[in-house]
Every structure is written in structure tokens, then in C-alpha cells.
């Protein structure tokens, strides 16, 4: 293949201002379909800095798509019970916050299970990550095929936490997952495509379970239904558990960007993932961001738990549209993150963007409040979508701001933080939201959100931008220009000017 270790083993091709270095018989050729994509800078390693060959490998699409792949089948999951919350309260014989557990388990697990599996990342890598969360994955939803019956719901509760945990093994990989694999003038790109999968998998989630799961009285027709859809899940997740096992790489033998290259060099009895969340937990602009960012995404967990409650209180027997509503709010989302991750790339204005799409979801949530009673739906999918644009899109650029922030610290670390501070934000809200419609109508619960979105945009203007990870590439650029030029190079990040 075009990335095959034994060609990397035989031969590098180093380009430099025109330059073509070749390490092996130069004479050996390479028909040139099977050349990797390559950019790398050649610098002796006479002085013990770490070499600065670096390369893309065609393979990295490949690492993404799956990944993409396994985090739609779990995130469909998340919301598959929600958006047809009255159809399995009649089929379990629950009430609506028992079924409203389904979604918020997934927040639950991640809390507690996400420490170990952190350091599981930092040190056995992707690769395992990515078998544990799929062999997790295909277990539940085989567990949730045999809880088809109105007396198993402990059976299909036991289905959907397999299926959260694996949530846990999910949900901080994109950031880690890019930064291994992708280019610095791509890995917004590439985060953003991570995170994308997971949107996608929610969009299906509001839109599947509505159209395969109707609103019948009988129990029996109901039953079938819900297997129909069991059935499928579990084949899909079996299909990705295998492509998985059999496709899916630890990292590329030649890391893709400078800054790797420096973190590849640190020793491994150097790193101490106390002492790494210690430095975390010190640094006030990342701590701003992940209580900014909690605050953000645990509001979209509320909406999209609670969208058919709200639907279907202003509009009786809507709960085909409610699915369309949060398949609009997603898809929305997903158009939005791919936008925001290619701005990052070409602008590296990480602070500025984060500021601007977290206030356009203040004013999104609030338009959305003062619209969803005005009985008209074509209006509720417009303002649905506008707040989906922005509040979903605003999850790669969490990820990205934050591995700025943090470097050269692990990004599954950074990131499990900041899902962390969602995770618990989303139950407070969902709780708090749900009570609070209960008691008092939807508008009221909405109004509650976007006090708390207020609150992220202030502290998102607080954040000190200080992007390390730029700093450490431009560092490694300028030492390997010293180098060449035969001056002595700059040793630390403040003796270069950025």
C-alpha cells in the first residue's frame, strides 16, 4: 500500500527549498502512485535535538473515516430512546425521566469512567482506545436486541450504559487522533471531521427512530418495530468492530508535524499523568475554557434530550417533526464545525472564533426561546438550525483551543477534561431543564439555558490566547533554519519571537 513500512524502511524523501535528499541507493526508484504524500525537513541530529523528518501519510483518511464511523454508531445511540421519549414510556411502562436516564446515562458513565481511560490513551495509545470503544459499542447494542420485551427495560438500561461507556473511549479522541496523524495546516480540518461523526450519528439518531418506531397501540407491532431498529444498530456496530480490528493503525511511523516530532521525543518515564492534570488544573485560561465549554455543550445535551417534550407540548402528535427539528439542529452543526475547522486552519484565530460562534449561540438559543410557542414549525426548524450552526459547531473548536492551550500535555488529557465539564453540565441542565418545564412551560426552561450561555461568552472573552502548540512548530521551523544557515539555534520558545 502507499504507506507501507517496508517503502518507509527502504526509502524517505526529504524536501527542503527544492532540495531532494535521498537516505537510501538513490538509484532505487518508486513508481510514483505508490509515493506517499511527504513533507519533511532534514536536521543532523549532531547536538541531540530530536530529527525533524516529518510525513503524511495518505492512510491518515483512512484513520478518520473509521473513527468518524465507530462515533456515529455510538452517538446514535445516545439519542434513540429521547426523540421518541413517549413511545418506550408506553412500551416499558416508565415514566418520561426514567426514559429521560437513557440519554443522561451516557453523561453519567463518562464522569467517573473517563480518568483511567485517559491514561489508558496516554499510555497504550489509539489503537487499543479504538478496539475497547467498538468491542464496548457492539456489545451493547446485541444486549439491547434481547430487551424487546415490556418486562427487559433493566435489560435495555443495561444495553445503553455498555453503550455509554464505550462513549467514554470516543468522545476525546478527535483532537488526539488529528494531532497524530494530520499536518499543522489541517488539523482543525481533521478534528472537525471527528467531531463530525459523532453530529451525524446524533442526526440519524433524531431522524431513524421516528420512521422506523411509529406511534402504534398495539405492544406486540411496537416490539417488532424496536427490534427492527435493535437489529440494525448491532449489525452496524459488528461491521465497524471488525473494519476496526483489522484497518484501524496505532500512529504513522514518521510523525506528521514538528510539534509531534518534539512530543514523540519526550521519554515515557518523563510523563506522569498526575502531574500532567496537576499542570491542567493550574493553567487558568484552559480551566476557563473547559468551564466555558461545559457550559455550551452540556445546553445542546439538554435541548436535544428534552427536544420532544418540547415539540410535542406546543405541537400535539408532531414527533416525526421533532426528529426533523434536532436532524436540523445537527446537520446545521456538522456544516457548521467543518466551516469553523477550515477558518482555524487558514486563520489560527482560535480565540476570536470561539468568542464569536459562543455568542451566536446565546443569541441563537434565545431567538429559538422567544419563537418555539409561536406555532409555526417552519419557524421552529429556521431557528433550530441557526442555534444548531453555531452551538454544535463550536465543539471542534473546544477541542482545537484547548490543545493550544495545553501543549505539549496529551490532547486525549485536555480533552477528556473538557468532556467531563459537559458531561456534568448536561445533567444539571437536562434535570434542571426538565423540572423547570414541568413546573413552569418550555419558555422558562429555555430562558434558564441561555442565562448559563451568557455566562460561557463572558468567560470565553477572559481567556488568555496563548497557543503553545503554534509556538512549539514555529520553534522546531526555526531552529531547523539555524541549523542550515550554521547559527546557533534558539533553545526555548521565548527566545523566538512569534
Known amino acids: 500500500m502507499d504507506d507501507n513500512p517496508d517503502f518507509d524502511n527502504k526509502e524517505i524523501k526529504e524536501e527542503k527549498n527544492g532540495l531532494d535528499l535521498r537516505k537510501t541507493n538513490p538509484s532505487k526508484s518508486v513508481d510514483m502512485e505508490e509515493q506517499i504524500e511527504c513533507t519533511s525537513i532534514s536536521n543532523e541530529n549532531q547536538d541531540n535535538r530530536p530529527s525533524t523528518t516529518t510525513r503524511l501519510y495518505k492512510r491518515r483518511w483512512v484513520m478518520v473515516f473509521l473513527f468518524s464511523c465507530y462515533s456515529l454508531c455510538n452517538a446514535f445511540q445516545w439519542i434513540q430512546y429521547g426523540i421518541i421519549n413517549n413511545i418506550f414510556m408506553k412500551f416499558y411502562n416508565v415514566d418520561s425521566f426514567t426514559i429521560d436516564w437513557m440519554s443522561m446515562v ?88 471527528g ?53 484501524f493503525q496505532e500512529k504513522p511511523e514518521i510523525p506528521p508535524t514538528l510539534a509531534q516530532v518534539q512530543a514523540r521525543s519526550i521519554p515515557p518515564e518523563d510523563y506522569s499523568y498526575m502531574a500532567s492534570i496537576l499542570r491542567l488544573l493550574r493553567n487558568l485560561p484552559f480551566m476557563l475554557l473547559v468551564i466555558s465549554y461545559g457550559l455550551n455543550v452540556g445546553c445542546f445535551y439538554a435541548v436535544s434530550t428534552l427536544l420532544n417534550r418540547m415539540i410535542i407540548e406546543h405541537y400535539p402528535g408532531e414527533e416525526l417533526n421533532a426528529g426533523r427539528i434536532g436532524l436540523t439542529i445537527v446537520i446545521a452543526g456538522m456544516v457548521g464545525s467543518l466551516i469553523c475547522g477550515i477558518w482555524l486552519d487558514k486563520t489560527k484565530t482560535y480565540k476570536q472564533t470561539t468568542l464569536a460562534v459562543y455568542l451566536l449561540s446565546f443569541v441563537g438559543m434565545v431567538v429559538y426561546a422567544f419563537t418555539l410557542n409561536l406555532g409555526h414549525l417552519w419557524v421552529v426548524f429556521v431557528t433550530s438550525g441557526a442555534l444548531g450552526f453555531f452551538m454544535t459547531g463550536y465543539l471542534p473548536l473546544g477541542f482545537e483551543f484547548a490543545v493550544e492551550l495545553t501543549f505539549p500535555e496529551c490532547e486525549g488529557t485536555s480533552s477528556g477534561l473538557l468532556n467531563c465539564s459537559a458531561q456534568i453540565f448536561g445533567i444539571i441542565f437536562t434535570i434542571g ?55 546557533s539555534p534558539p533553545d526555548t520558545l521565548k527566545e523566538v519571537k512569534v
Not at 439491547?144 to 461507556?165: D, E, I, P
Not at 431498529?229 to 456496530?237: E, L
Not at 455566562?455 to 541549523?483: C, P, V, W, Y
Open 106 to 193: 451516557y453523561m453519567l458513565t463518562y464522569i467517573p469512567f473517563i480518568w483511567p481511560v485517559s491514561w489508558l490513551l496516554d499510555k497504550k495509545g489509539l489503537r487499543l482506545i479504538a478496539l475497547m470503544a467498538t468491542a464496548i459499542n457492539c456489545l451493547g447494542t446485541w444486549i439491547k436486541v434481547a430487551s424487546v420485551r415490556s418486562n427487559l427495560f433493566w435489560v435495555t438500561m443495561l444495553g445503553q450504559f455498555a453503550s455509554s461507556l464505550s462513549q467514554v473511549f470516543i468522545l476525546g479522541m478527535p483532537s488526539r487522533l488529528a494531532s497524530v496523524w494530520f499536518g499543522s495546516e489541517e488539523v482543525s480540518t481533521a478534528c472537525s471531521i
Open 195 to 247: 467531531v463530525f461523526g459523532n453530529q451525524l450519528g446524533i442526526a440519524i439518531g433524531f431522524l431513524v427512530p421516528p420512521i422506523l418506531v411509529p406511534n402504534v397501540d398495539n405492544i406486540e407491532e411496537l416490539a417488532y418495530h424496536i427490534s427492527i431498529m435493535f437489529y440494525i444498530t448491532a449489525g452496524v456496530a459488528t461491521m465497524i468492530f471488525i473494519l476496526v480490528v483489522f484497518m
Open 433 to 487: 431543564q426538565g423540572k423547570i418545564i414541568e413546573h413552569f412551560g418550555t419558555f422558562a426552561g429555555n430562558i434558564f439555558l441561555c442565562v448559563f450561555l451568557l455566562m460561557g461568552t463572558i468567560m470565553t472573552a477572559f481567556i488568555k490566547s496563548d497557543l503553545r502548540r503554534q509556538k512549539a512548530n514555529h520553534l522546531a521551523e526555526t531552529q531547523a533554519e539555524s541549523k542550515q544557515a550554521g547559527i
